[in-house]
């Protein structure tokens, strides 16, 4: 099993910067796909980008593939969202999530464990 906590949200402007931090507990991280989702107010929570156990990344909607980077650090079982340029449509409840295996997965139930999630609010 693995343990996911998120750090690093907070309230930005438009154009600014956030780095997500997703720190894992447990055995085994670097066997694990990981991913970050987002959740907006009154939506359902979408794929945002994921990284295979390999290092191979996947990004979700066009709007974040040139802003969003995604990363990890497996000697340091840390997994991170380097957000820039950030949009108002970015706010939301950001979700770290894990799977083991190194497939790519894009939908939330393929996922077994979960963060608690970090908000992430941009102001116009």
């Known amino acids: 099993q693995v343990q996911l906590v998120e750090s690093g949200g907070g309230l930005v402007q438009a154009g600014d910067s956030l780095r997500l931090s997703c720190a894992a507990s447990?055995?085994?991280?670097?066997?694990?796909?990981m991913a970050w989702f987002r959740q907006a107010p009154g939506k359902e929570r979408d794929f945002v980008a994921a990284?295979?156990?390999?290092?191979?990344?996947?990004y979700g909607a066009d709007s974040v593939k040139d802003r969003f980077t995604i990363s990890r650090d497996n000697a340091k079982n840390t997994l991170s969202l380097q957000m820039n340029t950030l949009k108002p449509e970015d706010t939301a409840i950001y979700y770290c999530?894990?799977?083991?295996?190194?497939?790519?997965?894009?939908?939330?139930?393929?996922?077994?464990?979960w963060g608690q999630g970090t908000q992430v609010t941009v102001s116009s």
């Open positions: 990284i295979r156990s390999s290092g191979g990344t996947t």
């Open positions: 447990g055995r085994f991280f670097s066997s694990y796909t």
């Open positions: 999530a894990a799977r083991l295996g190194g497939g790519v997965y894009y939908t939330d139930s393929d996922y077994g464990y």
